[in-house]
């Protein structure tokens, strides 16, 4: 850990869970775009699993694919980059209205290995590497009944809103 500006006392500390309107408070993503219903587990400074229920109300499966519906790939990554945001929220005891958000910069090392449907339930959990000049490095995974279905490497950027 590089230049962040947390408070190292609370690194490790354990939140077990953060519902929808406390999510709301970390993430400025509304409908139909955020894409967290649940933070299961919370390590400051360390690692965060939440979860999407993936319903076919989704809008994106009207048209991604008209009789095989598939959630795109890139918002999975979208919803493993917003877990990322919320943990890099909490580990500098932050939020959006503070005056900053978490921008998705970036993924490295994206592989995809099944498909995401409806009625899956997407568990999204993201490991803290690095922070180096306000810029968040995560260890990504995504899986749907304790399979991968997504891996990748996040970075998201700390800026003024």
Request: proline share 7%.
């Amino acid at each position: 850990m590089t230049d962040a500006a947390y408070d190292p006392s609370v690194v490790g500390v354990s939140i077990t869970m953060m519902n929808i309107n406390e999510i709301l408070e970390y993430l400025p993503h509304r409908y139909p775009f955020l894409l967290v219903d649940r933070v299961t587990e919370i390590e400051v400074g360390r690692r965060i699993i939440g979860y999407k229920n993936v319903t076919m109300n989704e809008p994106f499966f009207t048209g991604h694919f008209p009789g095989k519906p598939i959630m795109p790939g890139v918002l999975i990554l979208e919803a493993m980059a917003q877990v990322s945001g919320i943990l890099g929220f909490v580990t500098n005891n932050k939020k959006p209205c503070d005056g900053v958000v978490h921008y998705f910069a970036g993924s490295n090392r994206v592989r995809f290995k099944r498909p995401v449907l409806p009625g899956d339930r997407l568990y999204l959990e993201s490991d803290f590497i690095a922070d180096k000049h306000s810029i968040w490095k995560f260890d990504c995974r995504a899986l749907v009944d304790g399979e991968v279905v997504c891996v990748a490497e996040i970075m998201t950027a700390e800026r003024p809103a």
